[in-house]
């Protein structure tokens, strides 16, 4: 009895002894550090520092360590003593070099998201197109040499220009509702590379932040807070290369404040026999403050503006028989013009000690003017089948989220919930029958479109010891206006539509490198304002089934594997065809696959990295051997070669394959695949005189970017022709830059 009685004195005693203590994380510029690891070793519990920098540890004791890491940051070791628990910890960590073998899958609030900031580091991004790339596994084309928004692909989707995909940069929404060319259209060529701080994405429909086109997953930007140096760079290439760049850090070591402006300017006549003639500016401004008790308020502003004339997609039939080569073109008067002005606000703040609060709110105003050319004299023999797409958008919205750490029972618990809102007010959609850019022959369609979409979501994670069950439930209402110019009474056609899909994910932390996970969730993509109305509200947000499971795995230090099974399946590929002005239901489909990625740090200035998605993808209601979903590939590779700072040298070669496709739904066209190698190589002469090359297709790889089984027909011709119709990919292609930071 005595030995029981001192045992619970001991218990009682400890436990007295051991409290809770407050702390703020730093970089060496006393700015705010988000998602720091605190670790108490001897008591092994656990923390991450929020949004401006503060975090609470609980049962500690004096003479207790404390390990405080965060990837891109030297560790930092603790040992409490009184004056910590008196007065808190301050700590502020010193940058380095991101090394995987620093990288523990646990300590990380999401382990695949800092594997891809391992990427980023190690493969800077140094153009707009590259952007996407980042994301493992995607894959993009470009049809009109960076005028139109890209071409994705991921987990078996031909995603179009951004059907399937949630793109968001410092929460501004990309994608773009009811829009002239196609639904979801994504422009992502208003952001400037290197203001570029960190890429979160998710594959499968399993987030409840993320809403309307969360299917085969999402992808957010954000921006940078400090850029820390100012920089000039120029950059000239082949085929009429110009490239731009001028950053400037306007307040230096301000305590407590943040300016820059980026200015780029880029043109391009392509490898064509008709100059594309594109040329683009960015212009983005960013100021950041940190008020009273931390609170965060940022201001962004930026302006975009693009021109470009086009060669278009060229049918495989004209190279045959000799009527034009690779590089030439059946209608060379496409192109087009687009711009974009963005303002957005953030505003985060400590409303308690356990619970934050983030909120933006943005407003974007959008222009967008596209001739094209896709079947030549199909339609009209006598002046061709050109078409243009233009519209004028204002967006309008907000996004609010509040966190609130807490427990459930003994268990940690994290609870976060947010609502929002985006409003569409789209004028002049039009699609008409043009002929040399200048002579509308018809109007097709045309009208204006007002969409309002308001959303609520709840999501939980709960920390059972070495599990981590996530329940989550998003809500959705969306109101569709259409007023149609071509009807001559006036009439408002509405639909609305309200939707509620719930998530349920587990993670299962087996130890400080190896964690699995299952992932269930329900998505949607919304369909064209138009087409919605037209269809009385039938099939308005078609849902996403999908599920994941798979691990994140360290087995040495600098090794780092990932893989996920998944599932999805979809009610309904239900798509707005702008290019003709007509809608195409293709059904239920269902897609399965495997990702597979891998990261090696074969020594700290030499990484390698690859990543491979195999699917299988059919339509669910069509017969065997006619359920091929066109351009979906089964299997796509990407990776490279890493050189960091070897010496003052830097670079990498990168690789991208896809695989053979069917461009139909019988297999009876394929699209061509292809493996292409890019390679890039620097020099830093000083420490702020960089020179480097950079080479797009090094082996000169004859391959096909974007390709489209069209019926077409030439003008020499008396039937038509359906075939495969593409625009060749960029041959080799060199380019030099010089940059100096100050």
């Known amino acids: 009895m005595k030995q029981i009685f001192t045992f619970f004195c001991l218990l009682i005693v400890f436990n007295l002894n051991a409290q809770n203590i407050k702390g703020v994380i730093t970089d060496k510029n006393l700015q705010p550090l988000e998602g720091v690891y605190i670790f108490n070793t001897n008591s092994s519990s656990h923390a ?42 301050t700590v502020a960590l010193k940058g380095k070099t991101i090394l995987l073998d620093e990288l523990v899958i646990t300590e990380q609030i999401d382990a695949l998201n800092s594997i891809s900031k391992v990427d980023l580091e190690t493969n800077p991004v140094n153009s707009s197109q590259e952007i996407l790339r980042t994301v493992p596994g995607l894959i993009i084309g470009q049809h009109a040499g960076g005028g139109k928004a890209e071409q994705i692909f991921l987990r078996g989707f031909d995603i179009d220009h951004g059907t399937d995909i949630n793109l968001s940069v410092d929460g501004i929404p990309v994608n773009m509702v009811s829009h002239a060319h196609g639904q979801g259209y994504s422009d992502l060529h208003f952001v400037i590379p290197e203001t570029l701080n960190n890429i979160n994405f998710g594959k499968g429909p399993y987030y409840a932040n993320k809403g309307d086109f969360n299917t085969a997953g999402f992808v957010e930007f954000n921006t940078k807070e400090d850029i820390g140096f100012s920089e000039i760079s120029f950059s000239y290439g082949q085929f009429n290369y110009l490239r731009t760049l001028a950053m400037f850090d306007l307040l230096g070591n301000t305590p407590n404040q943040n300016a820059y402006v980026a200015f780029e300017y880029i043109q391009f006549d392509g490898p064509y026999q008709s100059p594309q003639n594109f040329n683009r500016i960015n212009l983005f401004g960013k100021y950041t403050t940190y008020l009273k008790g931390n609170d965060k308020l940022s201001v962004t502003l930026s302006h975009f503006n693009s021109r470009w004339d086009a060669s278009g997609q060229i049918p495989q039939r004209a190279i045959d028989n000799g009527m034009i080569n690779r590089w030439g073109s059946i209608d060379d008067t496409e192109g087009g013009n687009t711009s974009r002005t963005n303002l957005n606000v953030e505003y985060n703040s400590i409303l308690r000690e356990d619970l934050q609060f983030k909120s933006n709110v943005f407003y974007s105003q959008y222009n967008f003017e596209l001739y ?93 010891g070495k599990f981590i069950v996530a329940p989550a439930l998003r809500l959705d209402y969306f109101k569709f206006m259409y007023n149609d110019a071509l009807v001559s009474d006036y009439e408002t056609l509405s639909e609305a539509k309200t939707i509620v899909n719930p998530k349920l994910n587990f993670f299962f932390n087996q130890n ?8 269930t969730g329900i998505g949607f993509h919304s369909n064209d304002a138009r087409v919605v109305v037209q269809q009385q509200g039938e099939d308005i947000l078609p849902r996403a089934y999908g599920a994941d499971f798979g691990a994140i795995w360290k087995p040495v230090p600098k090794v780092v594997f990932n893989t996920a099974l998944w599932y999805l399946f979809l009610e309904q590929e239900f798509v707005y065809v702008g290019d003709a002005g007509i809608v195409e239901p293709s059904g239920k489909s269902r897609r399965y696959g495997l990702d597979l990625g891998l990261r090696y740090q074969i020594t700290d200035w030499l990484y390698f990295d690859t990543d491979a998605t195999l699917t299988d993808a059919r339509s669910v209601d069509e017969p065997s051997g006619e359920d091929y979903i066109p351009l979906a590939p089964d299997f796509t590779l990407t990776g490279g070669l890493s050189v960091n700072n070897l010496k003052g040298f830097s670079g990498g070669i990168r690789y991208r394959y896809i695989d053979d496709r069917p461009a139909n739904e019988d297999n009876s066209i394929v699209a061509d695949g292809y493996f292409v190698t890019d390679l890039n190589l620097s020099y830093e002469f000083t420490n702020n005189l960089v020179f480097g090359i950079a080479i797009e297709n090094l082996f000169d790889t004859e391959w096909n970017e974007t390709q489209f089984a069209t019926e077409s027909r030439l003008e020499n011709e008396l039937e038509p022709v359906e075939e495969i119709h593409f625009t060749p990919g960029t041959p080799f292609f060199l380019k030099a830059n010089v940059s100096y930071r100050f």
């Open 48 to 89: 991450h520092t929020i949004a401006n920098g503060s975090f609470v540890i609980e049962n500690n004791k004096t003479g207790d360590s404390l390990t405080i890491g965060l990837l891109g940051y030297e560790k930092t070791f603790l040992v409490l003593n009184e004056s910590h628990f008196d007065k808190g910890i």
């Open 372 to 464: 094209s050319n896709f079947t030549f004299f199909l339609e009209d023999p006598i002046n061709g089948d050109q078409i243009k797409q233009k519209e004028a958008r204002d967006i309008f919205g907000f996004n609010t989220e509040f966190i609130k750490d807490s427990k459930l029972g003994s268990a940690d618990a994290t609870y976060s919930g947010g609502f929002g809102m985006r409003y569409d007010f789209v004028n002049d959609v039009e699609l008409s029958h043009t002929v040399n850019r200048n002579e509308t022959l018809s109007y097709m369609a045309l009208g204006d479109v007002n969409e309002t979409n308001l959303y609520a979501y709840v999501n939980a994670n709960l920390e059972f």
């Open 512 to 519: 400080e490198n190896l964690q699995w996970f299952l992932k």
